[in-house]
């Protein structure tokens, strides 16, 4: 029976495409009676979809999307999340698209710039909702930077520099699909699109020109590894894993980077740089972000931190900021607290569309920029021009994506043992 909210409208029906690492989002779309449930989980693999039945009660259980689309299993959902490895985000997001379904597709949008532009085509081509995962724009951190910007305090941006120190990088990304440049093309994509888009919206503008330089520097001389698809992340994860020289059982494959460095130079001469380093004995994101009139700086990235603002002259380092902004010990789940904001603006605008914090537009840039980034990397790590989105689809999402006369729609039929027609466990940023 269909539970309600407070406004008396029964809850929005939603499928998970992929029940492994994101999944976690099911605490918040699963809010029976207060918005949303989960009524559908599709997982080609049978632990997937034993979680799925043991965290959510009375879910319905698929193996493959061309199941989920059928007529019987369409009729109980009324948005999706595709949560799959991110190779495969296109693949499933396009046809969700298709299908008429709004969907939330999670971070990156896809792994690279052509299948991120197919994506925005298939949500224009059929007038559906398309949403993106980018969470950081919700995290209280971020927020808090840019309503200092907003408010002209440090002047006109000038420059963005991001350090990321990532000390769980040998279990987050060395264990599993993420190592293998084929699922995620490279984690200067894979884990950096977060950031770049941050980068992004602090400034105000998109990347242009990007050159970059890495290396595979510790876990590539790692000569210990195992098939780990038996497992999850929470069977290996452990900060006794040290120092990183000392990680053992890394996925068979590991061709991705560990550390890499960005030089970006965005719309109206913005410039910008990403440093990205998997095996720090710390992990938080630290952003300076220097304008005509000031700089400001984060110092942590969670509950507790702080964001100091200089806007005098001083002849040396001062501790004691012209503004200290505090971020408030709140939610400690689901990053800091974005995570059930996320899910709750999708919420909102897959029932009633309107603006969202998130912008497809935005999520393409992203992959773009760090996509040409892996690009100069990986070619000696000259100039590489990022490719502009056609202004058709910028001026379509910006405007809200509102309803167009749909054209006609391609139905693209799977057959029941074409690989691409199963869902790969296992998915998130």
Not at 8 to 28: E, K, N, V, W
Not at 194 to 214: E, M, N, P, Q
Not at 385 to 412: K, N, R, S
């Amino acid at each position: 029976m269909d539970q309600h909210d407070q406004l008396g409208r029964p809850d929005l029906r939603i499928g998970l495409i992929g029940f492994g690492l994101r999944a976690s989002l099911t605490r918040y779309a699963h809010r029976p009676g207060q918005g949303s449930r989960v009524s559908v989980v599709c997982d080609s693999a049978e632990r997937g979809r034993r979680d799925a039945a043991e965290r959510i009660e009375g879910v319905r259980l698929v193996e493959t999307l061309d199941r989920l689309l059928s007529p019987d299993v369409r009729s109980e959902v009324d948005a999706v999340l595709v949560l799959t490895p991110d190779h495969v985000h296109a693949e499933h997001a396009v046809r969700t698209l298709e299908a008429g379904i709004p969907t939330f597709v999670e971070k990156p949008l896809a792994t690279s710039v052509a299948d991120a532009d197919r994506i925005l085509e298939a949500a224009h081509r059929t007038g559906t909702r398309l949403y993106v995962g980018h969470n950081m724009r919700h995290l209280p951190v971020v927020t808090a930077m840019r309503a200092v910007i907003e408010a002209g305090t440090i002047g006109e941006v000038k420059a963005v520099w991001c350090r990321h120190f990532v000390s769980a990088g040998g279990d987050y990304y060395f264990k599993d699909w993420h190592a293998d440049r084929r699922n995620t093309m490279g984690l200067l994509l894979q884990k950096g699109a977060h950031d770049i888009d941050v980068v992004h919206w602090l400034a105000g503008a998109y990347t242009r020109r990007v050159s970059a330089v890495g290396d595979l520097a510790v876990y590539g001389a790692i000569s210990d590894h195992r098939d780990n698809s038996d497992r999850r992340m929470a069977d290996w994860y452990s900060l006794d894993s040290w120092p990183p020289t000392e990680q053992r059982e890394l996925h068979p494959v590991v061709d991705v980077e560990d550390i890499s460095m960005a030089h970006l130079v965005l719309e109206g001469g913005v410039l910008a740089s990403y440093q990205q380093c998997h095996f720090t004995p710390d992990y938080w994101r630290n952003y300076t972000v220097i304008g005509t009139k000031g700089r400001l700086e984060n110092f942590g990235d969670g509950p507790g931190a702080v964001v100091k603002v200089w806007t005098r002259r001083t002849d040396a380092y001062r501790e004691d900021a012209d503004e200290v902004i505090e971020i408030p010990d709140a939610d400690t789940t689901g990053h800091g607290g974005a995570d059930p904001l996320l899910v709750a603006e999708f919420v909102r605008f897959a029932r009633e569309g309107g603006p969202t914090t998130t912008s497809p537009v935005a999520a393409r840039e992203a992959v773009a920029a760090a996509s040409c980034a892996t690009s100069s990397l990986r070619t000696g790590g000259g100039a590489v021009d990022v490719p502009a989105l056609d202004p058709v689809l910028v001026a379509w999402f910006e405007g809200g994506q509102a309803a167009e006369e749909p054209g006609p729609v391609e139905q693209v039929v799977l057959a029941p043992d074409d690989p691409e027609a199963s869902v790969a466990a296992g998915g998130g940023g």
